[in-house]
């Protein structure tokens, strides 16, 4: 390959580049950067056949921000001659798009499915290409299953609350209601009204699935209030019989000797209690028998368990951060 300065005007676009949509203010903000400092990064070309320039392989957005910020020309990689193999091109793109937080999901989304039917491939093989995990190839292709409409709307906010926004994990439980399009609509403007997190959005899907008569009532109500219908979990306090403990209130009281210890003193704490809770958690997951669960039910069942899983991880770091 060869470094060389090329002229603006003669490098063109790739069609086939994953990346749809540009941000007009982060692309403003990055054109002003290389007015200051230049173009830090070479983007990567091709030279056109039959035609004196050149195609993008990566780097669109630097190169329409240097077309912002007026430059003649700009630092690129060019490439001996086009890439023969359209897979290999398009796994470079996806895999430095990829990296990037500007990139829509559902462009990411889009692009994977698109290597994925050209190589003719599974997920396990898009994935190994790709360097992700064969679940994160899965989640990406399960956004092409909402509306595009809620696709669209969806953003990429790692390791930070949504505060508002619909990420990828919220996208996971919507598909749940793809056979009801507007009580999808509604828990999206929910989902933004009341910043619902993914775990708040998956009790609301699962809940709306189960009682198709009363979801008016549940998308006014609270997380709090799923209770009534079969849901909500631990903070839906309200929803408790009069007397009726949580499990580990219940251990409290029986290891302390509570109403529901009998007469006899015990030498447990409440603390031992909840920690019983958590050991009879694999004995419950093996009663789980996979092959027994129908197609429909499958998704259902995979969100349980990731759901369980980030639970899992969240106790996970506290223990740790205690220890």
Request: proline residues 6%; charged residues 30%.
């Amino acid at each position: 390959m060869e470094l060389r300065r090329i002229e603006v005007s003669r490098i063109v676009e790739d069609p086939d580049q994953p990346r749809k949509a540009i941000d007009d203010a982060a692309l403003a903000g990055l054109a002003d950067s290389i007015k200051q400092h230049g173009v830090l990064n070479p983007i990567t070309v091709a030279p056109l056949t039959g035609v004196d320039g050149f195609r993008i392989v990566t780097g669109e957005r630097r190169w329409r921000a240097s077309q912002l910020a007026g430059l003649y020309d700009m630092p690129c990689i060019v490439r001996p001659e086009p890439t023969a193999d359209d897979a290999d091109k398009t796994t470079e793109q996806l895999i430095e798009n990829l990296q990037r937080e500007e990139l829509a999901p559902l462009d990411k989304a889009r692009a994977v499915a698109a290597l994925k039917e050209k190589i003719e491939a599974t997920n396990r093989e898009v994935a190994q290409r790709l360097g992700l995990s064969e679940r994160t190839v899965g989640y990406l292709l399960d956004l092409l299953e909402l509306p595009e409409a809620i696709g669209e709307q969806i953003v990429s906010s790692p390791n930070r609350p949504a505060d508002g926004n619909l990420t990828e994990k919220h996208g996971r439980f919507l598909r749940q209601l793809n056979d009801a399009p507007e009580l999808q609509e509604k828990l999206v403007e929910k989902i933004k009204a009341d910043k619902l997190s993914t775990e708040d959005t998956a009790k609301f899907a699962r809940v709306l699935r189960d009682n198709p008569d009363s979801r008016e009532d549940i998308l006014r109500g609270g997380v709090g209030d799923l209770g009534r219908f079969g849901g909500g979990g631990a903070r839906a306090g309200s929803a408790r019989a009069a007397g009726e403990l949580t499990e580990s209130e219940y251990y409290a009281g029986a290891y302390d000797g509570g109403p529901y210890a009998g007469d006899q003193p015990s030498p447990f704490s409440a603390s031992r209690g909840i920690v019983g809770i958590a050991q009879r958690v694999p004995a419950t997951l093996r009663e789980i028998k996979v092959s027994a669960i129908s197609a429909d039910d499958l998704p259902a069942l995979e969100d349980a368990l990731v759901t369980l899983k980030d639970d899992v991880e969240r106790l996970l770091a506290e223990v740790r951060a205690r220890r």
